[in-house]
């Protein structure tokens, strides 16, 4: 059964009091043993070099957008990893300044490596800060590997700058040239195509098929327009006579009433019918055609001897605008025949320009693809060309040492001090601390409440311990005694002490 809480302080009392040699002996005992580890105990001395991170100079603003400056996002785990690598903890580990007389064999030196990893350190400092720091039991060996390891640390980062920005600019002048000789292949290509293929594109053929389609068009109403005045001149040309006879003939009549109607109609799209001049021509008009009324009815040998035969001007003029719309429309029949066939070579052209065009397609996509990752690659390699002069130049982001590493004076962790204020406090609280301990788990029934409470049954008296005077007349001594032997050794604890301090022991 557990003890109560409330009975734990006068039951720890009680058994320290019945056991006072045991609890001198276990304070002397934790008291000089946790003395002993502290004269035991290693110190290590730790030496820091602070790092400072310069991400905000002024080429920053300036180069924004012309150039990248190389960036570490978590920097306290980039410098762990770097400083952690085999080519920077090699050369920690053979240095002969830092590890003087130190073997070189591969064993001693892997040795080394495992050790000078196992006391480094990185710590942040601020957001632009931090330390790298290494741990030893040797003050000197202490600073200057840490000394070292800052100076490695800068070097390497910048050495890695340089290579980094350069490898990036070599891979993309390299993609350049590439893409420069891919898009030279596809114009070839593409020139090539358009040399074998003179066709030209699909809407250059569609409008010159628009051109042809009108051409016809315009000469088939041309033609129509021939016929129809071919027809005519024809028809005229059937109701006159080819020649004519002077003198007072019907044809002369004929002609002279025809001059005179033309007269006569000018004259009535100008003036009213009553105006003299068309009265006159009236008349005029009604007396030729009574005198040539009366010229039909006489015999067709007087009227031969009325005049002699000659061309018929009318007949001639007729005669030569039919020939020449015939010609013209042979020549338009020609060339609605020449426009028929281009037109038919055309649709041949349409189709073969339909069967090239997927392969023109084709290679205008790949040139243009090319072109515009060409001009993108351009713009990269220049940008990278910059900022490999940033980084050659020590500008964008950099590692300067702030504060060198410092000779530790005094050693980090516990001290002999701490040791000895340790060693006695703890000598005095082991006894009581290991009777609360034992009371914990022991199966005894030292108090009625855990009868009440564990069984349930009520305790109706409680016998005290009762002591003889004998009894108290010993343990009165045996304290007092205790008491002078607890004394004595802390006494003695405290010269030792004192002693350490003095650098006598």
Do not use: C
């Not at 990185?122 to 040797?138: A, I, K, N």
């Not at 202490?142 to 910048?158: D, I, M, N, P, Y």
């Not at 060693?423 to 009581?432: E, K, R, S, Y």
Request: charged residues 30%; glycine residues 4%.
């Amino acid at each position: 059964m557990a003890l109560p809480l409330s009975q734990i302080p006068q039951e720890v009392i009680r058994e320290v009091r019945s056991r006072k040699w045991l609890a001198f002996l276990l304070f002397v005992v934790v008291s000089f043993a946790i003395l002993g580890a502290g004269f035991v105990w290693p110190y290590k001395y730790q030496s820091d070099v602070i790092i400072f991170v310069d991400d905000r100079n002024i080429i920053g603003p300036l180069m924004e957008g012309r150039a990248v400056t190389t960036e570490i996002n978590d920097r306290i785990s980039a410098a762990k990893e770097m400083l952690l690598s085999r080519s920077v903890i090699e050369k920690v580990a053979t240095d002969t300044s830092i590890f003087e007389n130190a073997s070189m064999d591969p064993e001693a030196i892997e040795n080394r490596i495992a050790y000078v990893r196992s006391g480094l350190a990185v710590r942040p400092r601020g957001d632009s800060y931090f330390s790298v720091g290494f741990t030893s039991t040797s003050q000197m060996e202490s600073f200057r590997t840490a000394q070292r390891l800052g100076q490695l640390f800068v070097e390497e980062t910048k050495e890695r700058k340089r290579i980094e920005s350069r490898g990036a600019y070599d891979f993309i002048d390299k993609q350049v040239k590439s893409y420069e000789q891919q898009l030279t292949q596809a114009e070839n290509r593409l020139k090539q195509f358009l040399s074998e293929n003179t066709d030209g594109t699909e809407q250059e053929a569609n409008a010159r098929m628009a051109q042809l389609r009108n051409q016809l068009e315009l000469a088939k109403l041309e033609q129509e327009e021939l016929k129809t005045r071919s027809a005519s001149l024809a028809g005229q040309l059937a109701g006159i006579r080819p020649t004519i006879r002077q003198g007072r003939t019907e044809d002369a009549y004929r002609e002279r009433i025809r001059m005179l109607e033309e007269r006569l109609d000018a004259l009535r799209l100008q003036y009213h019918d009553s105006y003299p001049d068309i009265v006159i021509l009236r008349e005029q008009l009604a007396e030729l055609r009574k005198q040539r009324a009366a010229a039909s009815q006489q015999e067709p040998s007087r009227n031969a001897l009325a005049g002699e035969e000659a061309v018929n001007p009318l007949y001639q003029e007729l005669s030569a605008a039919l020939s020449t719309t015939r010609a013209d429309m042979a020549t338009v029949e020609t060339r609605i025949a020449s426009l028929e066939r281009l037109m038919t070579e055309h649709v041949q052209r349409m189709e073969r320009i339909q069967a090239n065009k997927a392969q023109y397609s084709e290679l205008t996509r790949d040139m243009e693809v090319n072109r515009e990752i060409y001009d993108d690659l351009l713009k990269r390699r220049e940008k990278a060309r910059v900022s490999m002069h940033l980084d050659i130049e020590g500008q964008g982001l950099n590692y300067r040492i702030n504060e060198p590493a410092q000779y530790p004076r005094e050693p980090n962790g516990p001290q002999f001090s701490m040791f000895a204020m340790a060693g006695l406090l703890l000598g005095m609280i082991a006894p009581f601390g290991a009777v609360a301990g034992l009371l914990q788990v022991d199966p005894r029934i030292r108090a009625k409440k855990q009868l009440e409470e564990g069984i349930g049954l009520p305790v109706l008296i409680e016998i005290p311990e009762v002591r003889t005077p004998f009894e108290k007349r010993r343990d009165r001594k045996v304290t007092w005694l205790v008491g002078i032997f607890a004394l004595v050794a802390a006494a003695l604890y405290v010269a030792v002490v004192a002693l350490a301090y003095l650098e006598i022991i």
